[in-house]
């Protein structure tokens, strides 16, 4: 079965502080993507990140930066000197890739968000 | 997003009532999931279709709860007889082809009195 991890309920930070959001995946698939979203006060989820197993390369994207360690069964995902339009439940999501590329669809398996708070 | 849209978003319901919650996607895609994401919560996995293939109903938590979709196209979650314990935000998402993330609608907001 598949289980992701978010230790962190909440975090608060000062705006200009870097702050990184971990998660912890468990899976018996050797093939499988990650994916990061963001849930504004709005609501809406907001696709952030897609990640697959077999891709260790760390990836930046302006003032993200996600960190993928096979090894460690770990996501982590890094907001460089944050400002408040940061503050949202950040959720992280895992699904076997296998179905996706053959065209399928598969549930994504979320862990429990992690409420971040980006102070002036 | 701007490719599913929900309806209502708000939908308030006395117990014991049924509920019906309509995902239509704006551009045609093969694969759509429903999810429930109560109060503090994660998203909870629900069902999903998948083109002509039977849905996987795995994740529906009872019977009560029922979804169909029409034409490969519109979807409809139905509850029955609603409990206190379904007040939740139910979200609909389809899966892109292109990067293959799913994009999400913006949910409706299920409040059973």
């Known amino acids: 079965a598949q289980k992701v991890t978010q230790a962190q309920t909440e975090i608060s930070v000062v705006e200009k502080e870097d702050v990184t959001l971990d998660c912890v995946y468990e899976t018996r698939d050797t093939t499988y993507y990650l994916f990061w979203y963001k849930q504004p006060p709005s609501g809406e989820l907001v696709f952030l990140i897609r990640?697959?197993?077999?891709?260790?390369q760390n990836e930046i994207s302006g003032r993200y930066s996600w960190n993928f360690q096979k090894s460690t069964s770990s996501f982590n995902f890094t907001i460089t000197a944050s400002q408040v339009v940061d503050s949202a439940v950040y959720f992280c999501?895992?699904?076997?890739?296998?179905?996706?590329?053959?065209?399928?669809?598969?549930?994504?398996?979320f862990g429990t968000g992690t409420q971040l708070k980006v102070e002036l | 997003g701007a490719g599913v849209s929900q309806s209502p978003s708000n939908k308030v319901t006395e117990k014991g009532k049924d509920v019906e919650l309509r995902c239509d996607p704006i551009?045609?895609?093969?694969?759509l999931y429903w999810y429930r994401q109560s109060l503090g919560q994660g998203l909870e996995f629900l069902i999903y279709?998948?083109?002509?293939?039977?849905?996987?109903k795995s994740g529906l938590p009872s019977d009560r709860f029922s979804a169909e979709r029409t034409g490969g196209s519109v979807s409809t979650l139905t509850i029955q007889r609603t409990q206190q314990e379904d007040s939740a935000v139910y979200l609909c998402a389809v899966k892109e082809t292109t990067n293959y993330g799913y994009t999400f609608g913006s949910g409706t907001r299920l409040t059973v009195v």
């Open positions: 279709f998948q083109g002509n293939s039977a849905p996987d």
């Open positions: 551009s045609g895609h093969t694969a």
């Open positions: 990640r697959n197993s077999f891709d260790e």
């Open positions: 999501a895992l699904s076997e890739a296998r179905k996706i590329l053959t065209g399928g669809g598969n549930k994504l398996t």
